[in-house]
């Protein structure tokens, strides 16, 4: 074949779609009880609006941006996180003038030039969710019981929710300096990318696949012994939170995101079922960005749902039922089809899903076609059952046969199903 997706990109099929729907659906009612209201946000931006938020220095801003120049020589990228893009539009349009607490979610694309494999894609999806105007700590808790109230809902079990906090302006240069020392006595260990990163952006080490780094990561000095007083208290806080709340959480001072902008509680919820993609959903508090790019000094915390992660866990609980007609007619002979065409129409204008059988078929094929389709119920209609007024209603689970009057057909089936 000619034309084939791009690697990395995928179709979402019929059959899958039901699952994509039941989350979307899921995630709308648990975000409204939360009182947040979804916003669309272009998939491409200015390209500096990724590399001020996410970081120079992350995976993403460095390798995995789709970028592309405008005539002008401008560049523009497609979105691989919503989070900058929310901001942008929270300070472009004065949201935060009408209502100084915001709660916000969108649902779509994401694009990111990573190597796939299972539970990685090029393009993928996100629930992405975003309170600004609130410094917390209950705004933290509240963000992350709703992310975790969601996974309940689809009826997901086994994931871990794992904490941290990264601190503020005031005392994370101070953890960087005492890492950067721990970093730079065994930069002999580091990959190439990490001996440079030890110095640009030291944090980043704890996210480097490569083992050798990993192992010096395993000893590396913890950042939740360098917070100041305030961010102690915070993570504190939080913490007695979620437990009152009854949401169980690991502490995982490694836990430190692929994103520059987080400061305070960070949080993540794994999976083991997923082999090396174990993320389901990260986020954390980003109190600076909004300010970064341009706008007040605002609080903000947010996480976004991998929506093919939380997919696949879907998937091994089982398909969700594929959809099925509610009725097909089996009309054979032109007298018949033509009346019939006119009451598939008007018991569509119900909002019921109604099939018929076009062209000349006999019965035989038109009752394959209805049994291929998964119909719930089949009328059939012949110039005889015309003539006589009455037609067979079969009931295709059980096989039972009625008779029911066509005088008033569209109405005889109006609350039937
Ligand atoms: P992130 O951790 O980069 O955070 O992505 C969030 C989730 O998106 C991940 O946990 C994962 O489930 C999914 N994900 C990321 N990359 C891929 C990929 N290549 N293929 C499939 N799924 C993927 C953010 O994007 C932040 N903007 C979250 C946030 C919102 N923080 C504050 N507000």
Redesign the pocket.
């Known amino acids: 074949m000619e034309f084939r997706t791009i690697k990395?990109f995928k179709d979402i099929l019929p059959h899958e779609v039901g699952n994509w729907q039941f989350l979307e659906s899921e995630a709308r009612k648990v975000f409204h009880a939360f009182g947040y209201r979804e916003i669309r946000t272009p998939i491409l931006e200015w390209t500096e609006l990724f590399s001020r938020s996410?970081g120079q220095e992350t995976d993403?801003v460095s390798k995995?941006m789709y970028t592309l120049t405008d005539s002008r020589g401008r560049g523009m990228t497609l979105r691989?996180?919503?989070?900058?893009s929310?901001v942008r539009a929270y300070i472009q349009e004065g949201l935060y003038r009408k209502n100084p607490l915001q709660k916000l979610y969108c649902i779509g694309p994401?694009f990111?030039h990573?190597r796939?494999q299972k539970?990685?894609?090029?393009?993928?999806?996100?629930l992405?969710?975003?309170f600004f105007g609130d410094p917390g700590p209950e705004s933290d808790a509240e963000t992350i019981i709703m992310a975790m109230r969601l996974f309940e809902r689809l009826g997901l079990e086994g994931l871990v929710l794992n904490l941290n906090s990264l601190g503020c302006p005031g005392c994370r240069p101070g953890f960087r300096e005492k890492l950067t020392a721990y970093l730079a006595e065994r930069s002999d260990a580091l990959c190439g990318d990490c001996r440079r990163r030890s110095e640009t952006n030291p944090l980043r080490v704890f996210d480097c696949k490569v083992p050798g780094c990993g192992e010096v990561m395993a000893e590396a000095p913890a950042i939740t012994g360098s917070l100041c007083g305030e961010c102690r208290d915070h993570f504190a806080a939080v913490s007695a939170c979620l437990e009152r709340a009854g949401v169980p959480f690991v502490l995982n001072p490694r836990l430190v995101?692929?994103?520059d902008?987080?400061n305070r509680t960070?949080f993540?919820?794994q999976t083991d079922r997923l082999g090396a993609?174990n993320?389901?959903?990260?986020?954390?508090?980003?109190d600076g960005l909004v300010k970064l790019l341009g706008g007040p000094d605002h609080p903000?915390?947010?996480?976004?749902?991998?929506?093919?992660?939380?997919i696949a866990l879907l998937e091994e609980k089982g398909a969700r039922a594929t959809p099925r007609p509610d009725l097909f007619v089996a009309a054979i002979g032109p007298a018949a089809r033509d009346a019939a065409f006119g009451w598939v129409m008007d018991l569509r204008a119900l909002g019921l899903w109604v099939e018929m059988g076009y062209g000349t078929g006999g019965l035989k094929s038109r009752m394959k076609r209805a049994d291929r389709l998964g119909a719930r119920k089949v009328l059939i209609v012949g110039d005889d059952e015309l003539a006589s007024g009455k037609a067979v209603l079969r009931d295709m689970g059980t096989g039972d046969q009625e008779t029911v009057p066509l005088s008033d057909i569209v109405n005889y089936f109006k609350g039937a199903f």
């Open positions: 990395g996410i993403i995995e691989p996180e919503a989070t900058a929310v994401m990111r990573e796939p539970g990685r894609f090029r393009q993928f999806h996100q992405d969710a975003e995101r692929g994103l902008y987080y960070t993540e919820v993609q993320a389901v959903a990260g986020g954390g508090r980003y903000a915390i947010g996480f976004a749902v991998g929506v093919e992660r939380v």
